[in-house]
């Protein structure tokens, strides 16, 4: 009789396990998801040297020319995050869930939400975090070495700006915008920004790693 119930309870328990871990990982999507909703509406100061314009010209300089402020919306950042936190197959259900709120629940976007935000310039940055999501869980599920990472910042980072720039040309084409306008979007939108995309998302998926390591210590 005890070895008869033996399998059976084992079975069971492995169901009950299951069932936790399905659970665990759909919360801990959600609150990516969550992140992800609250990096587009958070705008973070980032201060640092810089060397100003007037410097070889001679002029009457203080100590604030030589500091840059950059305002930094970490939403790339986030996603980086996302992508190494929860690998590529959670990590682009929290995608989904983000893309569909926003298109069909709340306007949890920049710019608001809704069907019609598939034609605005930006919305091709939010579909390249698809494919950034994929290649980032892709690369580090070899391992967390410090040179997967780098690879997985620089080609998750560069996907979804290429992404962004090449549908915010077509839209734009739609539009018959001007080639003065596409260039200055561009510059705006993926000029230097991408620089601080590249750092904050790199420490992003150190934060990340540690995480994981920090979250299976308490399953």
């Given at each position: 009789m005890?070895?008869?119930a033996?399998p059976?309870?084992r079975?069971?328990?492995?169901?009950?396990?299951g069932?936790?871990?399905s659970?665990?990982?759909?919360?801990l999507?959600?609150?990516?998801?969550?992140?992800?909703?609250?990096?587009?509406f958070?705008?973070?100061?980032?201060?640092h040297?810089?060397i100003?314009?007037?410097l070889?010209?001679?002029q009457h300089?203080?100590?604030?020319?030589?500091?840059?402020?950059?305002?930094l919306i970490?939403?790339?950042p986030?996603?980086?995050?996302?992508g190494?936190?929860l690998?590529?197959k959670?990590?682009?259900v929290?995608?989904l869930?983000?893309?569909?709120?926003?298109?069909?629940v709340?306007p949890?976007?920049a710019l608001g939400?809704?069907?019609?935000y598939i034609?605005e310039y930006?919305?091709?940055?939010?579909?390249a975090?698809i494919p950034a999501?994929?290649?980032?869980?892709?690369?580090?599920?070899?391992g967390?070495t410090?040179r997967?990472?780098?690879?997985?910042?620089?080609v998750g980072?560069?996907t979804?700006?290429?992404?962004g720039?090449?549908?915010?040309?077509f839209?734009?084409?739609l539009h018959?915008?001007?080639?003065?306008?596409?260039?200055?979007w561009i510059?705006?939108?993926?000029?230097?920004?991408?620089?601080?995309d590249?750092i904050f998302?790199?420490?992003?998926v150190?934060?990340a790693k540690?995480?994981?390591?920090i979250?299976?210590?308490?399953?």
């Amino acid at each position: 009789m005890t070895n008869t119930a033996a399998p059976k309870i084992r079975i069971i328990k492995k169901q009950i396990e299951g069932i936790r871990l399905s659970f665990g990982s759909m919360l801990l999507i959600l609150c990516c998801t969550f992140l992800i909703i609250l990096s587009t509406f958070l705008q973070i100061n980032i201060n640092h040297f810089t060397i100003p314009f007037g410097l070889s010209d001679n002029q009457h300089l203080t100590i604030a020319d030589y500091i840059h402020t950059y305002k930094l919306i970490p939403q790339i950042p986030v996603i980086m995050f996302t992508g190494a936190f929860l690998g590529r197959k959670y990590g682009i259900v929290s995608i989904l869930i983000y893309i569909l709120l926003g298109l069909f629940v709340i306007p949890v976007f920049a710019l608001g939400g809704g069907p019609k935000y598939i034609f605005e310039y930006s919305f091709g940055y939010i579909l390249a975090y698809i494919p950034a999501v994929f290649f980032t869980g892709s690369i580090l599920k070899s391992g967390y070495t410090n040179r997967n990472i780098l690879h997985a910042v620089l080609v998750g980072v560069l996907t979804i700006h290429l992404i962004g720039v090449l549908y915010m040309l077509f839209i734009a084409g739609l539009h018959h915008e001007g080639t003065e306008f596409m260039i200055g979007w561009i510059v705006a939108q993926s000029g230097i920004k991408i620089i601080y995309d590249f750092i904050f998302s790199f420490a992003a998926v150190f934060i990340a790693k540690y995480a994981k390591i920090i979250l299976w210590f308490f399953m």
